[in-house]
Each structure stands twice: as C-alpha cells, then as structure tokens.
C-alpha cells in the first residue's frame, strides 16, 4: 500500500492483523526518502577520516538503517542492539544488548533508532554504549516526539520532529503489524503505554 492510495479517500483497517487500522498519512514515502538522503549527506561530511559505526535498534530502525547507510559515502561498519522492557520492583526498567560490541572500542558511534518519545530508550542505550569506550557517541533518529520528552536526551540527526502522535511504517509497528508500509501514517487512540503493557502483562502471569 502507497501513501497516494490514502489520498484517494481509503482507509486501511486490518482485520487479521492488528487491532487497530491506519487512519492518514503523516509523511509519504518521497518526503522520507529525500530526508533520509539529506541526512546520509549530512553523516558523510561529518564522518569523513573517521572509524564509524552505525548501531541501530531492533526492530524498527533496520529499515531506516539500511536505506540511511546507502546514502553515507564512506567506509563503515553496522551493529545492532535489542532493547529488553522490564518491570523491576513495580519500577519500568530498560536494558539493551549490544550485539559485536568488541566493534565499539575506540569508534566513533552513531545510534539509529526509528523514533524518540519519552527518551528514556536513547538514555539506556546511550549509557550501556559509554560502558563500551567508544570515542563518541551520537544519536540519529528519524522521527521525534519532542512534546513527550521525560528525560532529556541529545538528538544529533533528526529526520522530521512530529506531534505527540502514534505512529507506524517505515519499520515502526502497532503490535507487530505496519513495519512493512513505506510511509508514515497515523493510528488514532492507539492507547500505546508500554509501562501499563508490562504491568497487564506482569498480573496475568501471576494470577
Ligand atoms: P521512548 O523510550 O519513550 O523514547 O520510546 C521509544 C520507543 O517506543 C521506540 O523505540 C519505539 O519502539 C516505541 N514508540 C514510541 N512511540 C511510538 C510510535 O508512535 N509508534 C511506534 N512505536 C513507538
Ligand atoms: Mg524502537
């Protein structure tokens, strides 16, 4: 599905799918694509005589990854990290997994990710990076929610900032479904909050 077939009026409800249907188009796949090449431009002077590493979170930032890196002109090389939410003591906690991390030491390291909302992903991930000794760190994200900011946290490369929305495609999903769509669209009263999830989770386990 193109976002042009949203102009024509249609709206795309799964129903096999996730629960929830995509109700507009909030970035089409042309603005994504020109962005993304002006931001592989960006990095590609910025990098340039540098040992850069491109680490991006799974899942939703592999899409923007790879058409983000065929965009920088220079040698480099690709990490991914998993991000795992927990409750710890009723207490949201964050860890991440660093995948090949013997290639951080001494990099210069660019964290990908699909979209910063409450930041306090980038903020987990930005410190278990630091464990690593990389030479720098910086953030490069698609999509940022600065409305919803809970902790303050550095955006380096930002694609487009967007309202306090919920949002899939271009890799971002609702509940697992919509990574596939090449542009950006909205689903309205998502009722998204991974804190509560957890929680439901947590009480269904235990009962
Ligand atoms: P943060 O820790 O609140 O900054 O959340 C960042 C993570 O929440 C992202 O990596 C996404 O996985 C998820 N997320 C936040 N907002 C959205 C959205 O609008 N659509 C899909 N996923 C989202
Ligand atoms: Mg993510």
């Not at 962005?35 to 491109?54: C, H, K, P």
């Not at 998502?190 to 929680?199: F, G, Q, Y």
Request: hydrophobic share 40%; with cysteine; aromatic share 8%.
């Amino acid at each position: 599905m193109r976002s042009d077939d949203f102009k024509q009026g249609s709206l795309f409800i799964s129903d096999n799918g996730a629960s929830k249907g995509v109700s507009r188009v909030l970035l089409t796949e042309q603005q994504i694509n020109a962005r993304v090449q002006e931001l592989g431009q960006t990095l590609t002077r910025d990098y340039s005589n540098r040992e850069v590493i491109f680490l991006a979170v799974l899942k939703g930032a592999l899409y923007f990854l790879t058409d983000l890196i065929r965009n920088v002109d220079l040698p480099l090389t690709v990490g991914v990290t998993s991000i795992e939410r927990s409750l710890v003591d009723g207490e949201y906690n964050i860890s991440s997994t660093i995948r090949d991390h013997s290639m951080i030491k001494g990099k210069h390291v660019v964290i990908v990710e699909d979209i910063v909302d409450t930041g306090h992903t980038i903020a987990a991930l930005i410190k278990s990076v630091e464990e690593q000794d990389p030479t720098s760190i910086k953030v490069c994200t698609l999509l940022d929610k600065v409305s919803k900011r809970e902790v303050e946290v550095p955006v380096d490369y930002l694609g487009f900032e967007i309202p306090p929305l919920f949002v899939v495609g271009y890799g971002l999903d609702y509940e697992e479904y919509y990574r596939n769509l090449p542009f950006i669209g909205v689903i309205e009263d998502a009722n998204w909050d991974p804190v509560s999830e957890l929680r439901a989770r947590s009480q269904k386990s235990n009962s």
